[in-house]
């Protein structure tokens, strides 16, 4: 869990550092050992966390010509995506992919225009199912996976692998062609992409940068790509899988109750063989969030599950939060405010530090690097998200997501 990252650092303040720091300094004041932590806490996270921030795990356009071509059995959950669907749809037509591909388009009970737009699309390679009513103890999108899996397997029972992908992805013509070959190549079980989110408007450019900054430091991709570790995680947007691999891990009722459902994937097939994780630029979310308040559903539903739903872990994530994030920016401004020098140098490199680490994600999205020293509101924001995310789980104000309640 991310909270480790928060606790190793902790180890390097022993007695006698502690020590150390006071014979130096006799005067020195609860702001200064906060943000003399805050500096350990960076190094750490630089050199110790996985290499996470250089954002490096890039899907290249690397293909070699195969003797066969694996069948492909593209599984797409559909719940209220009448927006997006057909430009998903008619990117995967796109694609230039010798073998065989079929698609399964679940809907999950959408009260929108999906299904008509899905019917737009004249393509036999296409099979709609309308998803049964949702089970106890299953979560919705795993539950439409279900279905469509069982109807894949209807079709074409021998299927080398399932893409299990969202209703809200434009694909790249060359992708599922790039992605195969290095399944192949590379012998993996599951390949997985964070696909390029959308970073246009206002809260966009705050918000989502930081969120995959974040999703790298909770889950470091060389260390979820490297089988001698143990950590392991997907995302959800695109998930290419071997259709042995799935079943000998119990398929996909193995994670029927999931919430954070990809990482569960990734962490059951990784006990099955190597997987792969990585970053895209080709691969694009057509979901736009216009308003703060859309992101910040989109977190809720998640965020407290994520730490397990315990009180001692979230207090040790907000205060990591705080000594990470938020103590530097604070600490420059006390300085300047009260002529403290120790405090503003100190506080202004570990602020630098930080910009430095998140430079690598804003390049990802194209983003001006002056835009990386405002890294410390987005992690006030979240923060303030899996506050809300605790206070709702213990009131059972559950967030809702696409008009479907969670219980988180």
């Known amino acids: ?156 029972p021998s299927v080398d692998f399932y893409l299990f992908t969202d209703a809200d992805i434009e694909h790249s013509q060359e992708t599922l062609k790039i992605m195969v070959t290095k399944a192949e190549r590379e012998n993996l079980q599951l390949v997985s992409l964070m696909v390029l989110l959308n970073c246009r408007n206002f809260w966009e450019i705050l918000l989502i940068p930081a969120f995959v900054f974040f999703f790298q430091k909770l889950y470091p991709f060389q260390w979820i790509n490297n089988p001698k570790r143990s950590t392991a995680g997907a995302a959800g947007g695109y998930i290419l899988v071997r259709r042995t691999a799935l079943e000998a891990a119990g398929g996909i ?53 994520q730490l397990n739903y315990s009180v001692s872990v979230l207090l040790v994530t907000t205060i990591g939060m705080i000594i990470i994030y938020l103590v530097p920016p604070f600490a420059v401004v006390w300085g300047l405010v009260f002529n403290d020098d120790f405090s503003l140098w100190l506080g202004v490199l570990c602020w630098v530090i930080m910009a430095i680490a998140y430079l690598p994600t804003q390049r990802l999205y194209q983003r001006p690097f002056w835009e990386a020293l405002l890294l410390p509101i987005a992690a006030f924001l979240y923060s303030l998200m899996v506050i809300d995310s605790a206070q709702r789980y213990w009131t059972k104000r559950h967030p809702s997501w696409k008009e479907r309640k969670y219980p988180q």
Request: proline residues 3%; contains cysteine; aromatic residues 10%.
């Open 253 to 305: 009722d193995a994670v029927r109750g999931e919430i954070i459902d990809d990482c569960a994937i990734g962490r059951m097939i990784k006990k099955k063989g190597i997987i792969w994780l990585g970053l895209t630029k080709n691969v694009k979310s057509l979901r736009s969030y216009t308003r703060l308040s859309e992101i910040w559903g989109m977190v809720i539903r998640t965020a407290f599950n």
């Open 1 to 156: 869990m991310f909270w480790v990252a928060y606790l190793a650092p902790l180890k390097l303040l022993s007695p006698a550092n502690l020590w150390y720091f006071w014979s130096a300094r006799v005067h020195m004041g609860i702001l200064e050992l906060t943000i003399i932590l805050s500096l350990i806490i960076w190094v750490f996270l630089i050199f110790f966390r996985g290499n996470f921030w250089l954002a490096d795990q890039m899907l290249e356009a690397d293909v070699i010509q195969l003797e066969t071509w694996p069948s492909i059995a593209v599984v797409i959950p559909a719940r209220n995506e009448g927006k997006y669907i057909r430009a998903t749809l008619q990117s995967l037509m796109a694609q230039k992919y010798p073998g065989e591909i079929n698609i399964t388009v679940v809907n999950d009970n959408s009260t929108d225009n999906t299904v008509e737009e899905i019917t737009r699309i004249k393509d036999k390679r296409i099979i709609i199912s309308n998803a049964s009513d949702l089970p106890e103890g299953w979560t919705g999108k795993i539950w439409a996976l279900k279905q469509g899996i069982n109807l894949s397997i209807k079709n074409n």
